[in-house]
C-alpha cells in the first residue's frame, strides 16, 4: 500500500514563511511526479507547484516567485517552500504523486491527507 505522510502546516502570519513536506511510503516501482494542491473553503482544489523526477517544474500563478517546490529522490520526499505568505493562501494543502506500482504499469495519483495552512495575524 502506497501512502503519502504530509507535515508542516500550521499557524502563520501575513509575510511569514512554512515548509511543507511529504514523504512516500510503501512498495512500488517508480515515481513520475510530486506534487502539491490547495483547496480553500468553497472553492475548487488547484494545483500550487509539480516537480518531476527530472527536476521540471510547474507552478500556480498565484504562488509563481513566493513559493518553491524541490524534489528528495533518495528520501522519497517532496517539500514546498512558502515566503510571503498571505491570508488568501489559507487552505488545505493536499500531496500528490504519480506513482507507477510495477514496470510497464500506467502511473496512477496518489493523494495525501492533508494538512491545514492558516495565514492569520
Known amino acids: 500500500q502506497v501512502q503519502l505522510v504530509e507535515s508542516g502546516g500550521g499557524l502563520v502570519q501575513p509575510g511569514g514563511s512554512l515548509r511543507l513536506s511529504c514523504a512516500v511510503s510503501?512498495?512500488?516501482?517508480?515515481?513520475?511526479?510530486m506534487g502539491w494542491y490547495r483547496q480553500a473553503p468553497g472553492k475548487e482544489r488547484e494545483l500550487v507547484a509539480a516537480?518531476?523526477?527530472?527536476?521540471?517544474?510547474n507552478y500556480g500563478d498565484s504562488v509563481k516567485g513566493r513559493f518553491t517546490v524541490s524534489g528528495d529522490n533518495a528520501k522519497k520526499t517532496v517539500y514546498l517552500q512558502m515566503n510571503s505568505l498571505k491570508p488568501e493562501d489559507t487552505a488545505d494543502y493536499y500531496c500528490?504523486?504519480?506513482?507507477?506500482?510495477?514496470?510497464?504499469?500506467?502511473?496512477?495519483?496518489?493523494w495525501g491527507q492533508g494538512t491545514l495552512v492558516t495565514v492569520s495575524s
Open positions: 500528490n504523486a504519480h506513482i507507477r506500482r510495477r514496470y510497464g504499469d500506467a502511473y496512477r495519483e496518489v
Open positions: 510503501g512498495t512500488f516501482f517508480s515515481i513520475d511526479a
Open positions: 516537480i518531476s523526477t527530472g527536476g521540471i517544474t
